[in-house]
Nanobody, 127 residues
Framework: QVQLVESGGGLVQAGGNLRLSCVASGNTFTRYVMGWFRQAPGKEREFAASISGSGGDTIYADSVKGRFTISRDNAKNTVFLQMNSLKPEDTAVYYC????????????????????WGQGTQVTVSS
């Protein structure tokens, strides 16, 4: 079992920045593909970014590409989402997710592939 705890959400003005963090329990963190997903009010949850277990491979949704950066610190069992140039449409609950993988370079955009989820952290961007 992996437990995920997100932090770093909050209220920010359009154009501002936030960094989300997600700490995972356990001692096999490098075996997990990590992802960030988000759910806006009245909308389905959607993919934002994913990073491989090694940290060497990443993938982003088109809506966040060039503004968001996913990274991880395997020594601290932590994955980050640096969000720059935030827009009101980025307002959502952001969820951290993990899926096990024997392959260190895999990334995954499908939320159905992820086994473990955090409780979510609210990000609100005001115009």
């Amino acid at each position: 079992q992996v437990q995920l705890v997100e932090s770093g959400g909050g209220l920010v003005q359009a154009g501002g920045n936030l960094r989300l963090s997600c700490v995972a329990s356990g001692n096999t963190f490098t075996r997990y593909v990590m992802g960030w997903f988000r759910q806006a009010p009245g909308k389905e949850r959607e993919f934002a970014a994913s990073i491989s277990g090694s940290g060497g491979d990443t993938i982003y949704a088109d809506s966040v590409k060039g503004r968001f950066t996913i990274s991880r610190d395997n020594a601290k069992n932590t994955v980050f989402l640096q969000m720059n140039s935030l827009k009101p449409e980025d307002t959502a609950v952001y969820y951290c997710a993990a899926r096990y993988s024997w392959v260190s370079w895999i990334v995954d955009t499908s939320q159905m592939a992820y086994n473990y989820w955090g409780q979510g952290t609210q990000v609100t961007v005001s115009s």
